[in-house]
């Protein structure tokens, strides 16, 4: 961990491409960083029917609190009837989901969707607590 990195975020300012809102992370996202990006996600999730876009490829490590925040966030779209997905291609990433047991339940894309506002192509099984 950097001498920095209580002061730093994990996200840049998103942006909206179609209806999807796309949110690049980067750095770490882990208990010391877990508030704000809730706080953002939160947010982002609030509305009907939210589409995020969670860029993780400039993410360098992620620990249960990040898991967390992930799947807070993936738990409030899906109740308001949304989506979030992964962007990640990394292996180790891969790996931190098999380990958990969260495997299939995000959708994880290994590089930059086409068309980020694309529908959503299979459900996904629910997580249970918010």
Do not use: K, Y
Not at 41 to 55: E, G, R, V
Not at 81 to 88: A, D, F, I, K
Not at 95 to 124: H, N, Q, S
């Amino acid at each position: 961990m950097d001498d920095n990195h209580a002061s730093s975020l994990p996200h840049r300012a998103q942006r909206v491409i179609g209806a999807a809102t796309v949110v690049p992370l980067q750095g770490e996202i882990d208990v010391l960083t877990a508030v704000p990006l809730t706080a953002r996600l939160d947010a982002l999730t609030a509305d009907a029917c939210p589409d995020l876009l969670l860029d993780l490829r400039s993410v360098s490590f992620i620990d249960c609190a990040g898991l967390g925040v992930l799947c807070r966030a993936r738990n409030r779209a899906r109740a308001r009837h949304g989506r979030v997905r992964l962007v990640t291609d990394s292996a180790h990433f891969g790996r931190i989901l098999r380990c958990t047991g969260l495997t299939g339940v995000f959708e994880v894309l290994p590089e930059w969707p086409e068309d980020p506002a694309a529908p959503v192509v299979a459900e996904l099984p629910a997580l249970s607590a918010d």
